[in-house]
């Protein structure tokens, strides 16, 4: 089980699908491509990564083969006790797969939810894409740092 990596008592909480599929060396779940780029956005909006919390809808890394949907209904209750513990001022889904579990809508999408604060379960969300799909397709760097942008301004309002 990940249970996520950072400050457990940040005030921002990114939630992301599910852990890589390979540790890095100190043993951190958030590797490779996903942590270089949220923390390069991070840094860029002025936050630090001790303001943040990374979890995920999953909290193990994933397997081959497994149910999709009742897995993450099942990891949702993981989620939402992390949540009632930590509560955090903020919430940043990133990706189709968190935003569609923590919206509770198979419709919901980054493309037409991002830009704007949304209170999704009583907690006041933002949206972006995955930080993967990002370093993909480079073109959506500049709608990424704005939604981190937008985080960082509620963040300084909230301080």
């Known amino acids: 089980m990940v249970w996520g990596e950072g400050n457990p008592n940040a005030s921002i909480m990114v939630i992301l699908d599910n852990p890589g599929a390979r540790e890095d060396k100190e ?3 958030t590797i490779c491509g996903t942590r270089q ?15 943040l919390y990374v979890t995920y809808i999953l909290k ?18 993981h989620l939402e006790e992390q949540l009632l513990s930590a509560k955090p001022s903020l919430v940043f889904c990133m990706g189709n797969v968190a935003v569609q ?25 933002a949206v972006a894409y995955h ?7 480079p073109n959506l760097w500049a709608s990424f740092l704005q939604d981190w942008k937008l985080v960082a301004e509620q963040y300084e309002r909230l301080r």
């Open 27 to 29: 043993g951190n779940p």
């Open 37 to 51: 780029t949220l923390q390069k956005a991070a840094h860029e909006v002025g936050l630090q990564m001790v303001d």
């Open 60 to 77: 193990r890394r994933p397997v081959r083969k497994y149910e999709k949907e009742q897995t993450r209904k099942i990891c949702m209750l």
């Open 101 to 125: 579990s923590f919206f509770k809508s198979a419709d919901a999408e980054v493309k037409s939810l991002r830009g704007i604060w949304h209170n999704i379960q009583g907690y006041n969300t």
């Open 131 to 137: 930080p993967l799909a990002v370093r993909r397709r």
